[in-house]
């Protein structure tokens, strides 16, 4: 009686958390459905960039690169964010570069911070369901 009501505790328990990992992962892969939104701003725009354009199906990335004279904000194709090839591509020597594809997270500070959230969740989920 007792071990029945343990198995089957247990298979519940476990359950939950399959369920619940599963959606945090399927979270962490498809956060955006299909149009990927991002920051658009031509170069060295000093000022906040404040527009926002949908991407065109090619562009699966939202792209910042800043130096110390501005910043770009555009779509970009996730294949192409290595520095070496983006230095070559802008000409540049001294910058730094994000490519991100969560909606607008070329946006600044905010994507890392809802990175490392999410991933300690799964990683929570995850020790807690072993
Ligand atoms: C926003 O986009 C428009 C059209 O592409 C552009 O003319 C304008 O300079 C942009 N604004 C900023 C702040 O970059
Ligand atoms: C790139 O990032 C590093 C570390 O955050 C910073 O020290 C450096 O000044 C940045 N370089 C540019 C060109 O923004």
């Known amino acids: ?33 299909l149009a990927l939104n991002c920051l658009e701003c031509p170069w060295f725009s000093n000022v906040e960039c404040g527009n926002k354009t949908t991407c065109p199906a090619s562009k699966d990335a939202c792209i910042r690169i800043t130096t110390a004279s501005g910043s770009y904000y555009n779509c970009w194709d996730f294949t192409k964010c290595d520095s070496q090839g983006l230095a070559e591509y802008f000409k540049l020597t001294n910058f730094n570069s994000t490519c991100c594809s969560n909606n607008l997270c070329n946006s600044g500070r905010t994507s890392l911070p809802v990175i490392s959230v999410v991933l300690s969740l799964v990683a929570v989920v995850f020790m807690i369901c072993r």
């Open 1 to 33: 009686m007792m071990s029945l009501f343990c198995l089957g505790t247990m298979s519940r328990i476990l359950g939950l958390c399959t369920i619940a990992s599963l959606s945090i992962l399927l979270l962490t892969l498809c956060p955006t459905g």
